[in-house]
C-alpha cells in the first residue's frame, strides 16, 4: 500500500509561486509512478502533470507546460509541484496520486492524498 500528503497550498497573488509536496510512505513507494490532479467547485477533476517512479520521465498537460515543473527525490520519498506565474484558473484542490502506469487517467491511480488548496487571486 501506499499512503500520500500534501502540503504547501496557500494563497497567492496571480504571477506568483508555490511549490507543493507530495510525502509518500510504503515498501515500493519508489516504484510508483506519481502524478498531480487538481479539482475546482463546477469541474472534473484534470490532470496537471506526471513524473516517474525510478525514471527522470515527465508529462505536463498544455496549460502547465512552460510554468510547473514537477520533480522527485526518492531519498526523502517525496514529490514536488514547483507552479510559477500562477493565474486564477488555477485555482483548485490539488491532489497526488500514486500508479504502476504511466497514465494520465485518475480512474488508473490507485492511491490518493488528502488534497491541498490553492487560492490564486486577481
Known amino acids: 500500500q501506499v499512503h500520500l500528503v500534501e502540503s504547501g497550498g496557500g494563497l497567492v497573488q496571480a504571477g506568483g509561486s508555490l511549490r507543493l509536496s507530495c510525502i509518500l510512505s510504503?515498501?515500493?513507494?519508489?516504484?510508483?509512478?506519481v502524478g498531480w490532479f487538481r479539482q475546482s467547485p463546477g469541474k472534473e477533476r484534470e490532470f496537471v502533470a506526471l513524473?516517474?517512479?525510478?525514471?527522470?520521465?515527465?508529462y505536463y498537460e498544455t496549460f502547465a507546460r512552460g510554468r510547473f515543473t514537477v520533480s522527485r527525490d526518492n531519498a526523502k520519498n517525496a514529490v514536488y509541484l514547483q507552479m510559477n506565474s500562477l493565474k486564477t484558473d488555477d485555482t483548485g484542490v490539488y491532489s497526488c496520486?500514486?500508479?504502476?502506469?504511466?497514465?494520465?487517467?485518475?480512474?488508473?491511480?490507485?492511491?490518493w492524498g488528502q488534497g491541498t488548496q490553492v487560492t490564486v487571486s486577481s
Open positions: 510504503g515498501r515500493d513507494a519508489n516504484t510508483y509512478a
Open positions: 513524473r516517474s517512479g525510478k525514471s527522470e520521465d515527465t
Open positions: 496520486a500514486a500508479t504502476k502506469l504511466w497514465t494520465v487517467y485518475a480512474k488508473d491511480y490507485d492511491y
